[in-house]
């Protein structure tokens, strides 16, 4: 069996798993009494951020080996990684506005976190569209290489930039999205569902990786 | 060691010599500056909004564009003529190469920067005399971290279709932190706040551009070694 | 269920559609790409 063939499995799993994770999040875990049913939205949104994030993170990764040992496997696997990352980011940013919405009153706001998913999103992007423009496969893995880098040290720096300035320039009256201490079902409901995003991550990236340049429109060896 | 900026002075100065002598991008980087700044003054009701409140924001987002303006020249030449082949060739470290352009493009944007900074004085009616100091400060180190990334990039992107519009693609996010700090230091110098208060952007501002600078410059040699 | 609930629950189902139709739509995405042999 072929790596896309199991990457093709271990997705099935990983959807079939995330129907559980709807029907435990929605029948079987408490409504949250101030917050109300839109509350449950987390049990998507956060597990589709981790999966963002731990793409993002196995891209600098991948991006750093591929620098030191030039085998291009560490290429494609950071190429795979970062268009699955695009995925949960796009969940992960229409999820967000919508529990935004009846919680906070306004689809977005510049919150520390919100912009630092944004920028995520917007580095993934670029990430890609950088692998678009450049025809020589080994020029797209180092130059690609070098931007995966980049990436992965701005995001603490963006983090730290937008979450001092909100402090020293208070929003009016926006609830701050504090850790709450979570009930033990919802927790578990929580981590159920993280496990469910990061095997669909596993999943889609072997599928991903399995087909490889085909994704990406071949290239030219120079 | 002595050799690395030996060499990268040497980079930047045939940089800067080709520059000046024929003044074709400098005067048009110049030009540019200043036009941004007159779409800003008629991109605004001067009646609603007072010019102090929005006076960092203007100053920032002329930076911004004229910088990426410079970038997209960078290595411009170098590939016209094939010259970058020739300098890589030569028994020169490739962190001196890097070093020599991050070098001209400072001095570049800078030149750029002051005329628009004069200009934005004037046209703003901002008084500059009495923070002229710290503003400097604050303006070089935003620059340098901006810079260091964009020399990075703009050594990639040249090789690239559509390389005028995958440079700031690509830089964008990255000029986020030192922009935020920037407009934040720059308001406070504007409204007179005394100087201890800015103190934080700053060394906020010194720690990216010395993560940065060295993060550039030990990537650098992947973007163009084959 | 107390009153004082807000009734939100059309925000939760728009965001659960929308993140497993997102999910989906990739999962096929990545099917019909790995299926189709390069021409």
């Given at each position: 069996m072929s790596l896309v063939q199991r990457g093709r499995w271990v997705t099935l799993v990983g959807l079939a798993l995330l129907a559980g994770v709807y029907v435990r999040a929605l029948v079987f875990t408490p409504v949250e009494l101030?917050?109300?049913?839109?509350?449950?939205?987390f049990y998507v949104h956060v597990p589709a951020a981790w999966s963002a994030m731990l793409a993002m993170g196995l891209v600098g990764v991948a991006s750093i080996l591929y620098l030191l040992v030039k085998d291009a496997r560490y290429d494609r696997f950071a190429a795979a990684s970062a268009e699955v990352g695009t995925a949960f980011s796009l969940v992960m940013l229409t999820t967000g506005p919508i529990w935004a919405?009846?919680?906070?009153?306004?689809?977005?706001?510049?919150?520390a976190r919100l912009t630092l998913t944004l920028f995520l999103f917007f580095l993934f992007l670029g990430y890609l569209l950088l692998r678009g423009a450049v025809t020589d496969v080994g020029l797209r893995a180092r130059y690609s290489a070098v931007l995966g880098i980049c990436g992965l040290v701005l995001l603490p720096f963006i983090h730290l930039s937008v979450y001092l300035f909100r402090t020293l320039h208070p929003m009016p009256i926006v609830l701050k999205p504090s850790a709450p201490s979570l009930p033990g079902v919802m927790l578990a409901t929580l981590l159920f569902s993280v496990g469910v995003f990061t095997l669909l991550y596993v999943g889609f990236v072997m599928q991903r990786y399995g087909i490889g340049d085909r994704g990406e429109g071949g290239g030219t060896h120079a | 060691m002595a050799d690395l900026f030996r060499h990268a002075w040497a980079i930047a100065r045939k940089d800067l010599v080709l520059e000046f002598r024929t003044r074709t991008a400098i005067m048009s980087a110049a030009v540019f500056t200043a036009l941004v700044l007159v779409v800003f003054n008629f991109g605004r009701d001067p009646t609603a909004i007072p010019t102090l409140t929005i006076a960092p924001s203007i100053l920032w987002v002329t930076f911004s564009f004229a910088g990426m303006l410079a970038l997209n020249r960078a290595f411009q030449l170098e590939l016209e003529n094939s010259a970058l082949d020739g300098l890589l060739l030569a028994p020169i470290s490739r962190f001196s190469l890097y070093l020599g352009k991050l070098a001209a493009n400072l001095v570049f944007v800078a030149t750029v920067e002051t005329i628009g900074l004069l200009l934005f004085a004037l046209f703003?009616?901002?008084?500059l005399q009495r923070i002229v100091g710290p503003l400097v400060g604050v303006i070089a180190l935003a620059t340098v971290g901006f810079i260091a990334v964009g020399t990075l990039f703009s050594a990639m992107v040249i090789?690239?279709?559509?390389a005028e519009l995958m440079l700031p693609v690509l830089l964008l996010p990255f000029l986020i932190p030192p922009l935020v700090w920037a407009v934040q230091a720059t308001g406070q110098l504007f409204a007179a706040r005394p100087l201890s208060e800015v103190a934080g952007a700053l060394k906020l501002l010194a720690a990216y551009d010395i993560v940065f600078v060295t993060l550039a410059t030990l990537l650098f040699p992947a973007t163009v070694d084959q | 269920m107390p009153e004082t609930v807000p009734p939100n629950g059309a925000y939760m189902v728009a965001a659960y559609t929308i993140a497993a139709v997102i999910l989906l739509f990739y999962t096929i995405t990545l099917w019909r790409r790995g299926r189709t042999p390069r021409s």
């Open positions: 101030h917050q109300g049913p839109a509350q449950k939205i919405k009846p919680i906070w009153g306004t689809w977005w706001t510049w919150d | 703003f009616d901002v008084p090789r690239t279709r559509f | -």
